[in-house]
C-alpha cells in the first residue's frame, strides 16, 4: 500500500536553521491530512492538520502546505530545535467515508545543535 | 490536557493464547480506532467503531480479531489465539473532529 509516501528516509538539519519534510500521495479521494511526531516506544504526537479546501496552515514553528495538483505536501519547522528530534509522519484520510489514516513510512529527523 | 490511556504497556504471551489490548479513549470523543506498527514497517489501520459497532476493518482484522466498548470509557482488542506475526506496536486513537488522537501503545510479543 504505497498511497502516502514519504520518500526521504531521514533528514539531518543545524539548530534554527529550517526543516522541510515532504510527502506525496495517490489517492485524490483524500480530503485531510495531518502530521504526527513520534518518538521510540511511545504514540503518534499530532502536531498539525490541513484540510484539501486549504493550501497553507500554520501553528507556530509549524506550517503545512499542500498542493493539490501534484498531491504533495510538506511541513516546515522553522526554527528547528534539537527538541525536535524524532520520527514524522505524514497521514492522510478521506472524512467523507470512514475516516482510517493512511500512514507514510516516517522521516527521521536530527537537528543537530 | 486530556489523553488516550492504555494498557498494559507491555505484554508478552504465548502463541496461541488469548489477549486483551485496553483503552480509555478521550472521554466526548465518538470515534475510536486501533492500529497497529510492526517493527520497521508503517503504522497501519487496524479498525474503527462508532456508536456501538464497527464502521470499518482492514484486512488484517480477521476472525481472531474482535472489539468491544464494555462500558462508557473503555475500549478493548482482542486477539483470540495469538500467532508469531502479531508481535507488533499496537495503538488506539480517538477522535471528535477531524483529528485522532494516539494513546503511547501496547507492546505485544508473542513467542
Known amino acids: 500500500d504505497q498511497q502516502v509516501k514519504q520518500n526521504s528516509p531521514s533528514l539531518s538539519v543545524q539548530e534554527g536553521r529550517i526543516s522541510i519534510l515532504n510527502c506525496d500521495y495517490t489517492?485524490?479521494?483524500?480530503?485531510?491530512f495531518l502530521w504526527y511526531k513520534k518518538y521510540p516506544a511511545e504514540g503518534p504526537t499530532f502536531l498539525i492538520s490541513?484540510?484539501?479546501?486549504?493550501d497553507k496552515n500554520e501553528d507556530g514553528r509549524f506550517t503545512v502546505f499542500l498542493n493539490k495538483s501534484a498531491k504533495h505536501l510538506s511541513l516546515h519547522i522553522v526554527p528547528s530545535q534539537p527538541g525536535d528530534s524524532a520520527v514524522y509522519f505524514c497521514a492522510a484520510t478521506d472524512m467523507e467515508y470512514g475516516n482510517k489514516l493512511v500512514f507514510g513510512a516516517g522521516t527521521i529527523l536530527r537537528v543537530k545543535s | 490536557e486530556p489523553e488516550v490511556t492504555q494498557t498494559p504497556s507491555h505484554q508478552v504471551t504465548q502463541m496461541g493464547q488469548e489477549v486483551i489490548l485496553r483503552c480509555v479513549p478521550i472521554?466526548?470523543?465518538?470515534?475510536f480506532y486501533w492500529y497497529r506498527q510492526i517493527l520497521g514497517q508503517k503504522v497501519e489501520f487496524l479498525v474503527s467503531?462508532?456508536?456501538?459497532?464497527?464502521?470499518?476493518k482492514s484486512e488484517i482484522f480477521d476472525d481472531q480479531f474482535s472489539v468491544e466498548r464494555p462500558d462508557g470509557s473503555n475500549f478493548t482488542l482482542k486477539i483470540r489465539s495469538t500467532k508469531l506475526e502479531d508481535s507488533a506496536m499496537y495503538f488506539c486513537?480517538?477522535?471528535?473532529?477531524?483529528?485522532?488522537?494516539f494513546g503511547p501503545g501496547t507492546r505485544l510479543l508473542v513467542l
Open positions: 490541513i484540510s484539501s479546501i486549504k
Open positions: 489517492n485524490s479521494m483524500f480530503d485531510y
Open positions: 472521554s466526548n470523543h465518538l470515534y
Open positions: 467503531f462508532y456508536n456501538n459497532e464497527i464502521s470499518e
Open positions: 486513537a480517538s477522535r471528535a473532529e477531524g483529528t485522532q488522537y
